[in-house]
């Protein structure tokens, strides 16, 4: 290694990505490092997400370290990711059984989400907090910002997935793949909406017809969405669930090697209560906790700009303060965010400057952060979770 580039390395030290607390060249995110005769200095700093909230701040810093080098006259920074992968390795996917809390296996990935690097469920204790509404509008935000997403529906009671992105009636492909033994197998071709692979029971349903299975059938039909679709290579794969803590959530923890939970709540106490019974739930089978987001957090009426906190105030912090989980945001009681529900216009592909449409895009690069910080964690020490 020249000199020149032994002095870089000393000043990219300097340089920490602020969210992994820790230097660009122990978190192995400098490459293609190189420095030319005339003080011309070039490299690549990889990130962990593309959704990356600190993108600007970490190429300035970069920048400014290698500026103050003696002899360096230009720097030229190219800025990428390679999202973190947040799936439990397999020896590991025992890593809070091993401390003795989670009496579930996880079983093997089939062909199908082997190369999905985070899934993420999106959870609330009660109905109709706008789960749905966040994960379509965080699938989409993530997607925009540059992620390979994918959105599952495990909510077979009540699948709105479809509507709210305007996939009503579509019939997804049936392609052949194969399984680790070399047999064939039907495999499932996600629906895509502005780069995001949607995949959900009512695709393969009339649209006035009830599911009524139970919990064996909604286990198997889940492990299918999880294994024989033809997923790809993603970055995230968000689930958005069924209100509470029964049958779905116990079979995403048993079939999906889920990177962790978001919660969603609005400040109401009784939302904030069923949400801590979730929070229970997952911790207890030895699930990180990424997030709670707090939905129609107040209105501002447009004719008198003021803010209306109509389900209380502040729940949402509070219960991820009790529970030491990052607070993700808010996101304002809107009409257009109903609108875009009910249209399949979601808000931050129809109108992604607006405030509802950047409270999402913000709320889904805190996320992608909060998972980097999970995955780098996980991988720092032994395997066990949080
Ligand atoms: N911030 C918001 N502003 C305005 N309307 C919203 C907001 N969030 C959600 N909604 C609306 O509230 C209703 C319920 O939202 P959603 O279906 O996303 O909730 P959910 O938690 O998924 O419900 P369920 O528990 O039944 O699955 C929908 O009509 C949606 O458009
Ligand atoms: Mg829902």
């Given at each position: 290694?020249?000199?020149?580039?032994?002095?870089?390395?000393?000043?990219?030290?300097?340089?920490?990505?602020?969210?992994?607390?820790?230097?660009?060249?122990?978190?192995?995110?400098?490459?293609?490092?190189?420095?030319?005769?005339?003080?011309?200095?070039?490299?690549?700093?990889?990130?962990?997400?593309?959704?990356?909230?600190?993108?600007?701040?970490?190429?300035?810093?970069?920048?400014?370290?290698?500026?103050?080098?003696?002899?360096?006259k230009?720097?030229?920074?190219?800025?990428?990711?390679?999202?973190?992968?947040?799936?439990?390795?397999?020896?590991?996917?025992?890593?809070?059984?091993?401390?003795?809390?989670?009496?579930?296996?996880?079983?093997?990935a089939?062909?199908?989400?082997?190369?999905?690097?985070?899934?993420?469920?999106?959870?609330?204790g009660?109905?109709?907090?706008?789960?749905?509404?966040?994960?379509?509008?965080?699938?989409?935000?993530?997607?925009?910002?540059?992620?390979?997403?994918?959105?599952?529906?495990?909510?077979?009671?009540?699948?709105?997935?479809?509507?709210?992105?305007?996939?009503?009636?579509?019939?997804?492909?049936?392609?052949?793949?194969?399984?680790?033994?070399?047999?064939?197998?039907?495999?499932i071709?996600?629906?895509?909406?502005?780069?995001?692979?949607?995949?959900?029971?009512?695709?393969?349903?009339?649209?006035?017809?009830?599911?009524?299975?139970?919990?064996?059938?909604?286990?198997?039909?889940?492990?299918?969405?999880?294994?024989?679709?033809?997923?790809?290579?993603?970055?995230?794969?968000?689930?958005d669930?069924?209100?509470?803590?029964?049958?779905?959530?116990?079979?995403?923890?048993?079939?999906?090697?889920?990177?962790?939970?978001?919660?969603?709540?609005?400040?109401?106490?009784?939302?904030?209560?069923?949400?801590?019974?979730g929070?229970?739930?997952?911790?207890?089978?030895?699930?990180?906790?990424?997030?709670?987001?707090?939905?129609?957090?107040?209105?501002?009426?447009?004719?008198?700009?003021?803010?209306?906190?109509?389900?209380?105030?502040?729940?949402?912090?509070?219960?991820?303060?009790?529970?030491?989980?990052?607070?993700?945001?808010?996101?304002?009681?809107?009409?257009?965010?109903?609108?875009?529900?009910?249209?399949?216009n979601?808000?931050?592909?129809?109108?992604?400057?607006?405030?509802?449409?950047?409270a999402?895009?913000?709320?889904?690069?805190?996320?992608?952060?909060?998972?980097?910080?999970?995955?780098?964690?996980?991988?720092?020490?032994?395997?066990?979770?949080?």
């Amino acid at each position: 290694m020249s000199v020149c580039t032994q002095v870089l390395v000393d000043a990219l030290k300097t340089v920490k990505d602020p969210e992994l607390d820790n230097d660009l060249i122990s978190l192995q995110m400098v490459k293609d490092l190189a420095c030319s005769e005339k003080g011309e200095v070039s490299l690549t700093v990889v990130l962990t997400t593309p959704a990356c909230p600190l993108k600007e701040q970490i190429e300035s810093d970069v920048r400014r370290a290698l500026m103050r080098v003696r002899g360096v006259k230009k720097v030229t920074v190219t800025m990428t990711a390679e999202t973190s992968d947040g799936t439990v390795p397999a020896e590991c996917s025992g890593g809070a059984e091993a401390s003795g809390k989670n009496p579930m296996h996880p079983t093997p990935a089939g062909p199908g989400a082997e190369k999905v690097r985070n899934i993420i469920g999106v959870s609330s204790g009660k109905g109709g907090v706008g789960k749905s509404t966040v994960a379509v509008n965080l699938a989409c935000a993530l997607a925009k910002l540059g992620a390979r997403v994918g959105l599952l529906d495990a909510d077979f009671h009540g699948p709105n997935i479809p509507i709210m992105l305007g996939l009503g009636g579509v019939i997804p492909e049936i392609t052949q793949g194969k399984q680790a033994n070399g047999e064939p197998i039907d495999m499932i071709v996600p629906v895509e909406r502005d780069g995001v692979k949607v995949v959900s029971i009512s695709f393969f349903i009339k649209e006035d017809e009830p599911v009524i299975w139970r919990g064996p059938m909604l286990h198997s039909a889940l492990n299918q969405f999880m294994h024989q679709v033809d997923w790809g290579e993603l970055d995230y794969l968000v689930v958005d669930m069924p209100p509470g803590t029964g049958d779905i959530q116990i079979s995403l923890i048993q079939t999906a090697r889920l990177t962790g939970v978001i919660h969603v709540t609005t400040p109401q106490s009784v939302s904030v209560l069923d949400v801590a019974k979730g929070v229970a739930l997952f911790k207890s089978q030895g699930i990180a906790q990424l997030g709670v987001i707090e939905n129609m957090s107040y209105f501002i009426s447009p004719a008198t700009h003021e803010k209306t906190f109509i389900f209380g105030q502040g729940g949402g912090r509070q219960l991820a303060e009790k529970f030491g989980i990052p607070f993700l945001g808010e996101i304002p009681l809107e009409v257009d965010i109903r609108v875009g529900g009910d249209t399949g216009n979601p808000v931050v592909l129809a109108s992604p400057d607006s405030a509802a449409g950047q409270a999402f895009i913000s709320i889904a690069k805190c996320m992608a952060a909060a998972i980097s910080v999970a995955n780098v964690s996980r991988r720092g020490g032994s395997c066990e979770h949080d």
